[in-house]
């Protein structure tokens, strides 16, 4: 965790209190980030198993490319949505934001994405890749609720993130298209199965836990935190 200054443990509150709320169709929480993949190639062929023998790879490999891949996941519907991009720019994330309105969740009225404070991840990207009415427009469908500086673990995403890049990317990808069907593949199995994560750590939990935090913060109210 990162420091437990008063910042630190509002905006942790804040999302803690957001994931605790019941699950509601008309304002869904999507937890965003983005995952790095190094697409790389044999130089010298891989050899197929035959009858008591393994296949075999060649321990030499070439850089292809790096590639992002953009996460989306919303616990809920057991949902996510894993995109490849060459860059994760101001652009790639207002296409994101705009894919997530109008492709994944049209009918929402207010859609909360929980991230962190990388650069690009503000509402100016999307004024800097569309025209002010459609940035707007977009915009109004979204409400971004920021981790703690430091404070990874607090983003589901994270967890799936993991999941993936065991289930899906620890094998050599040479190319976009093997990265893309695979891609692909692992997000429909998960999306079918709508695999999800059981959340325990709630406000009252962090209350416990992180008693000493909040004393330090807070000397003379910590008789109360845990009545409030």
């Given at each position: 965790?990162?420091?437990m200054?008063?910042?630190?443990?509002?905006?942790?509150?804040?999302?803690?209190?957001?994931?605790?709320?019941?699950?509601?169709?008309?304002?869904?929480?999507?937890?965003?980030?983005?995952?790095?993949?190094?697409?790389?190639?044999?130089?010298?062929?891989?050899?197929?198993a035959?009858?008591?023998?393994?296949?075999?790879?060649?321990?030499?490999?070439?850089?292809?490319?790096?590639?992002?891949?953009?996460?989306?996941?919303?616990?809920?519907?057991?949902?996510?949505?894993?995109?490849?991009?060459?860059?994760?720019k101001?652009?790639?994330?207002?296409?994101?934001?705009?894919?997530?309105?109008?492709?994944?969740?049209?009918?929402?009225?207010?859609?909360?994405?929980?991230?962190?404070?990388?650069?690009?991840?503000?509402?100016?990207?999307?004024?800097?890749?569309?025209?002010?009415?459609?940035?707007?427009?977009?915009?109004?469908?979204?409400?971004f609720?920021?981790?703690?500086?430091?404070?990874?673990?607090?983003?589901?995403?994270?967890?799936?993130?993991?999941?993936?890049?065991?289930?899906?990317?620890?094998?050599?990808?040479?190319?976009?298209?093997k990265?893309?069907?695979?891609l692909?593949?692992?997000?429909?199995r998960?999306?079918?199965?709508?695999?999800?994560?059981?959340?325990?750590?709630?406000?009252?939990?962090?209350?416990?836990?992180l008693?000493r935090?909040?004393?330090?913060?807070?000397?003379?109210?910590i008789?109360?935190?845990?009545?409030?």
């Amino acid at each position: 965790m990162g420091k437990m200054n008063a910042d630190y443990i509002a905006q942790m509150e804040h999302v803690l209190d957001l994931y605790a709320k019941p699950e509601n169709p008309a304002e869904p929480v999507i937890n965003f980030d983005e995952a790095m993949k190094q697409l790389v190639s044999d130089i010298t062929p891989s050899t197929e198993a035959k009858p008591g023998q393994t296949a075999r790879q060649d321990y030499e490999y070439k850089r292809v490319a790096v590639a992002n891949i953009f996460m989306f996941f919303d616990r809920h519907r057991g949902w996510r949505k894993a995109k490849a991009t060459e860059g994760k720019k101001s652009a790639d994330f207002a296409r994101c934001m705009k894919e997530l309105v109008d492709d994944h969740y049209p009918d929402s009225e207010k859609i909360h994405v929980v991230m962190d404070n990388y650069g690009t991840h503000k509402t100016g990207s999307l004024y800097k890749a569309f025209e002010p009415k459609e940035a707007l427009r977009i915009l109004n469908r979204l409400e971004f609720h920021y981790t703690p500086k430091h404070a990874s673990w607090l983003n589901m995403v994270e967890i799936e993130i993991g999941n993936m890049n065991q289930q899906c990317l620890t094998q050599r990808i040479p190319d976009w298209d093997k990265l893309h069907s695979e891609l692909a593949a692992w997000e429909k199995r998960r999306n079918d199965a709508q695999a999800s994560i059981n959340w325990m750590f709630d406000v009252d939990a962090t209350r416990e836990k992180l008693t000493r935090a909040y004393h330090a913060l807070l000397p003379e109210k910590i008789g109360t935190i845990n009545q409030n």
